[in-house]
């Protein structure tokens, strides 16, 4: 036995961002590996030179870092890789199971076009591959094909999707080099699993005819295949395959919209595999637990407020250190936040109390800005009509007995505040809301905040005062 038995592979091509649903089948890929103590793998399919981007590999590798997926050995590039999938092609060029096509752009066309006349799909018809090339093709472009078995069937025996079959009849000859010498996806793909020792291929059900495919190569090869999980592709509320118009796709989005990466690795998984009625599944037990067998094989739907609300369960069982250093990562990233020690204070106290209605990051950012805004800070129209001089008046004479009677910032506690301001309401004969408004107004400068008590507390003293003093009449 090998020293590690499973060893599965994330395989994107860097060509763009890095999508959620090619994140979920990484995870996928991931859990088999970590619950199996196998390997896992990163390989980056930059075959493509012209599409393929250092920016697209930084944020797959950014991606995944924020989600917590690491990956054994060093990263593989496909395109390092061209000499030895020319050497495979050639081998099997040796052996008589692929041939030399000199078929030119236009049959080419011709051949497609037929065959979408007859309604059928394009296909190759075969001339070359019982052909030898005469004297005049020998300075004629060629590409290499697989000599395909066109009898039988190819079945892939997939975790997911169960036996699929493939009529051989409908898998023509594919091109496993082409003319210029680079190799194809299909070539490349089968080589380099081949090679890396991969064991287990997770990947999208859009790759399912492809398995087929490969599958004729690594039995031309002599190579043993590996097995499959095609995962079904994600699917937007309404049914239809998940875009762009159902909301974010990105990995990164999803990060700066606010959603915590364990939130976001619990929702992607359960979006698809389950476990008993489990819905909150630590990394932890995800590890124990996971298994392809699990994986549904119907498309999951995408829900985004089942999303908001595993993301709130993570955002309140984070330690208040621990989310605080989430806030101040998001908010630098997203507003340029720079704060000092005075206000970082001012925001970790009043976290319990953000958090509590928050579902996103950025729900607490936003609820969380007039505590770092330097005074005289601004008040929105509403509260400004809160402010009336009699509420001015009241204003300095809470804050004078405040000031009085709570005469440090250690004395400036949520219990006394509280007991402080209900005894003033009552000595002066107003319901606590009449004192509740003007201190609302001068202090977040807003109708909506936190309770009046957290909002003081989390200020602290001074702030507290001088802002009350800023619109005290
Ligand atoms: N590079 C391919 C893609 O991003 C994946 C290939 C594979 O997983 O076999 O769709």
Redesign the pocket.
């Given at each position: 036995m090998p020293e590690h038995s499973v060893v599965t592979r994330f395989?994107?091509?860097p060509t763009g961002f890095l999508h959620i649903g090619?994140a979920r089948t990484c995870l996928f890929s991931w859990l088999y590996a970590r619950a199996t103590g196998g390997k896992f793998l990163l390989r980056i399919?930059d075959t493509d030179r012209e599409r393929s981007t250092q920016e697209a590999i930084d944020a797959i590798f950014e991606g995944l870092t924020w989600l917590g997926i690491d990956w054994d050995e060093e990263p593989i590039y496909q395109s390092a890789r061209a000499g030895r999938h020319r050497e495979v092609a050639e081998q099997l060029l040796t052996s008589g199971n692929a041939y030399r096509c000199f078929a030119t752009p236009e049959e080419l066309t011709e051949m497609r076009e037929a065959a979408r006349a007859a309604g059928k799909p394009p296909r190759y018809d075969g001339r070359w591959r019982d052909r030898a090339p005469g004297p005049e093709h020998g300075n004629q472009p060629f590409t290499i094909r697989l000599r395909a078995d066109q009898e039988g069937e190819t079945i892939v025996r997939d975790h997911v999707q169960g036996d699929v079959r493939f009529g051989n009849d409908h898998l023509d000859d594919l091109v496993l080099l082409r003319s210029d010498g680079t190799p194809t996806y299909m070539l490349a793909?089968v080589v380099d699993d081949h090679d890396m020792g991969v064991s287990h291929?997770v990947?999208?059900d859009d790759?399912l005819n492809n398995a087929a495919r490969q599958m004729q190569i690594i039995k031309a090869l002599g190579w043993d295949a590996p097995q499959y999980a095609h995962v079904p592709l994600i699917h937007g509320p309404d049914g239809a395959k998940f875009s762009k118009r159902h909301g974010a796709q990105g990995v990164r989005e999803y990060r700066d919209l606010g959603y915590l990466a364990d939130a976001m690795n619990n929702y992607l998984l359960r979006l698809g595999w389950s476990y008993g009625d489990h819905e909150i599944i630590s990394r932890e037990d995800a590890v124990k637990w996971f298994d392809l067998d699990g994986i549904n094989k119907a498309a999951a739907r995408f829900d985004f407020d089942k999303l908001n609300h595993v993301n709130a369960h993570y955002i309140r069982s984070r330690s208040n250190e621990d989310l605080l250093a989430e806030v101040l990562t998001l908010a630098r990233r997203l507003k340029d936040w720079d704060l000092d020690a005075d206000q970082t204070g001012r925001l970790s106290r009043a976290l319990p109390s953000l958090s509590e209605r928050a579902s996103t990051v950025v729900d607490i950012i936003d609820g969380a800005d007039f505590l770092i805004t330097a005074r005289p800070i601004p008040i929105e129209e509403k509260a400004q009509k809160l402010l009336t001089s009699e509420a001015r008046t009241l204003l300095a004479a809470l804050t004078d007995s405040l000031e009085a009677e709570l005469k440090t910032e250690g004395d400036w506690t949520l219990e006394a505040i509280e007991a402080h301001i209900r005894t003033f309401a009552d000595s002066q004969e107003l319901k606590f809301g009449h004192v509740a408004q003007p201190i609302r107004a001068s202090c977040a400068g807003k109708m909506k905040s936190p309770g009046i008590f957290d909002v003081l507390y989390a200020l602290g003293r001074a702030e507290s005062l001088a802002r009350m003093r800023d619109q005290a009449g």
């Open positions: 395989a994107p091509s090619n399919e793909v291929v990947r999208g790759h």
